[in-house]
């Protein structure tokens, strides 16, 4: 799955958002997340999760006007693709605003 959010700010304060983003991701979850790894590399983060028995994994890239996240989503999960894709778009948007 992919998700484009396009933001207004300056290369390093959106990555500084959305390292915060993470970060309130992974306290606000915490219950449901049994496995969150971030590796950054410059402005690329490359993401492993495992969920409610669910894993996926993926690479968020800064750029200079736009945030692309693209991740795996497993099967089982693909019919609740297009809420799953809203819900982080807006979330991704809200931490860019």
């Known amino acids: 799955m992919t998700i484009q959010v396009e933001h207004h700010l300056a290369k390093q304060e959106a990555k500084h958002r959305i390292e915060e983003l993470i970060e309130n991701c992974r306290q606000e979850y915490k219950a449901e997340l049994q496995h969150l790894v971030v590796d950054w590399t410059d402005d690329t983060a490359h993401i492993r999760l495992q969920a409610r028995g669910y894993s996926t994994a993926g690479s968020l ?37």
């Open 61 to 97: 890239g800064i750029k200079d006007k736009v945030v692309d996240l693209d991740f795996y989503l497993p099967f089982l999960l693909q019919v609740f693709g297009k809420k799953i894709k809203s819900v982080i778009h807006d979330r991704i948007e809200q931490s860019l605003a």
